[in-house]
């Protein structure tokens, strides 16, 4: 649908971003298999808005690149961010920054809205991705230390899970 770079719009080049691609994608169904998404971004080596469109609803979705170890412009998305399900004026999604890579992160914090804010002042969007990652994975441990706990037959044990649990939790509520 459109190209964001130097060239379309009046911004400075980025360092890790050239150019943003937006691609619109007209579902017959409500559901997206990620997988869809990661083959595109995997086989387009740019930055890529998604833009989802199913019954006049709109849902942006964006993956967060970081350019692959092995230097041959290839990327790697760690995780995808996207909006609920709204009306096409109410995307959240607004050009920001001067550089493309400015763009590209404010992008990324406004779909992923809360999950991004960064706690401390300066914080990079690399390390907002990495604290949300942390916070997803400490989250997993505790779904799966429950579902322990309601399946162990033993008391004491079972008080053992809950310490760890608390504890589990604790270091959730300090991120």
């Given at each position: 649908?459109?190209?964001?770079?130097?060239?379309?719009?009046?911004?400075?080049?980025?360092?890790?971003?050239?150019?943003?691609?937006?691609?619109?994608?007209?579902?017959?169904?409500?559901?997206?298999?990620e997988?869809?998404?990661?083959?595109?971004?995997?086989?387009?080596?740019?930055?890529?808005?998604?833009?989802?469109?199913?019954?006049?609803?709109?849902?942006?979705?964006?993956?967060?690149?970081?350019?692959?170890?092995?230097?041959?412009?290839?990327?790697?998305?760690?995780?995808?961010?996207?909006?609920?399900?709204?009306?096409?004026?109410?995307?959240p999604?607004?050009?920001?920054?001067?550089?493309?890579?400015?763009?590209?992160e404010?992008?990324?914090?406004?779909?992923?809205?809360?999950?991004?804010?960064?706690?401390?002042?300066?914080?990079?969007?690399?390390?907002?991705v990495?604290?949300?990652?942390?916070?997803?994975?400490?989250?997993?441990?505790?779904?799966?230390?429950?579902?322990?706990?309601?399946?162990?037959?033993?008391?004491?044990k079972?008080?053992?899970?809950?310490?760890?649990?608390?504890?589990?939790?604790?270091?959730?509520?300090?991120?």
């Amino acid at each position: 649908r459109n190209k964001i770079a130097t060239t379309t719009v009046n911004l400075a080049p980025g360092t890790d971003v050239t150019e943003i691609e937006v691609f619109e994608v007209k579902l017959n169904s409500q559901t997206l298999d990620e997988g869809m998404l990661r083959q595109m971004d995997k086989e387009i080596p740019y930055h890529i808005l998604f833009i989802l469109e199913y019954q006049k609803q709109y849902q942006a979705w964006i993956g967060y690149k970081e350019a692959a170890a092995s230097g041959n412009k290839a990327f790697k998305v760690n995780g995808y961010y996207h909006t609920e399900w709204l009306e096409e004026d109410e995307l959240p999604l607004k050009l920001e920054g001067l550089s493309v890579d400015a763009v590209y992160e404010n992008f990324v914090r406004q779909i992923a809205g809360d999950k991004l804010k960064s706690e401390a002042a300066g914080e990079s969007l690399k390390e907002s991705v990495a604290r949300d990652e942390q916070k997803q994975a400490l989250q997993k441990q505790i779904d799966t230390l429950k579902a322990k706990i309601r399946k162990e037959k033993q008391l004491n044990k079972q008080m053992q899970m809950n310490n760890e649990l608390k504890k589990l939790k604790k270091e959730l509520e300090a991120m």
